[in-house]
């Protein structure tokens, strides 16, 4: 059985679990925070998620993780068979996670800790925002799914990306960013509707609490040294 290793607060971790449910995969899921030694014996850059195989296999990265699931489990698909369209899938996650994800999270640390954000790191990310916001009404479609007819692997992806977006990056910019795509809200919110998306947003409001906890303890030591 594979498990999953990592926390229910992780957007990435949540990103492989959705997966693995929607393709009706078995698993286990070994609770484990990010700088853990633990972690670090699974994921070689100690970040989750990362999921161990029945041969003892570790694989880490998120989007890895996603291609190994769909190619060893072939059941339910969540990539389209034809090759072109396989691409666009792949641009519209690796878009999202480049222009979406990553300058949003680049916001994080100044929301846990309460530190004002500096206007040119605002400026920064807003930059980086707009080029996926333009990426990503060039190429999705919401018809009804993100890709089109098919129900893809950057559905389950971006619906979760989305969440950073939101509670870093449209807060702090006071910039609604997901509005910028026509249709963008409506299809994610229908993700929300899936028993699959409310199970593992109950399982990611369990584990807040303890994640924060976590986080906090991680502050007062960086600030002890
Ligand atoms: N590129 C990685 C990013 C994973 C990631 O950033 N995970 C966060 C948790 S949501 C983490 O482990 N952060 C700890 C760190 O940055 O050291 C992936 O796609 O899996």
Redesign the pocket.
């Known amino acids: 059985m594979i498990t999953l290793h990592g926390f229910a607060a ?4 949540n990103i492989v679990k959705h997966a693995l449910l929607y393709k009706n995969i078995p698993f286990q899921e070994n609770l484990v925070f ?2 853990s030694e633990e972690l670090l014996t699974v994921s070689p850059v ?4 990362a999921i161990t195989n029945d041969d003892g296999l570790n694989i ?4 890895v993780i996603c291609d190994f699931i769909e190619e060893t489990y072939t059941d339910t698909s969540l990539y389209p068979a034809d090759a072109g369209e396989r691409a666009i899938v792949r641009q519209i996650m690796k878009i999202a996670e480049l222009y979406f994800e990553l300058p949003s999270r680049r916001l994080i640390p100044y929301v846990f800790s309460g530190a004002t954000v500096p206007d040119a790191l605002k400026a920064e990310v807003r930059q980086v925002l707009e080029r996926g916001v333009g990426a990503l009404n060039s190429l999705c479609q919401f018809s009804p799914w993100i890709a089109g007819k098919q129900f893809t692997m950057a559905d389950i992806y971006v619906h979760y990306v989305n969440l950073i977006v939101n509670t870093f990056a449209s807060s702090q910019l006071e910039w609604d960013v997901l509005a910028q795509i026509p249709g963008m809200k409506e299809w994610n919110d229908s993700m929300s509707e899936s028993d699959i998306a409310k199970q593992i947003e109950a399982d990611r409001l369990a584990n807040m609490p303890e994640f924060m906890q976590h986080i906090k303890a991680q502050i007062q030591a960086a600030n002890a040294k």
């Open positions: 992780s957007n990435y971790y990010a700088g100690g970040k989750v998620p880490s990265e998120s989007s």
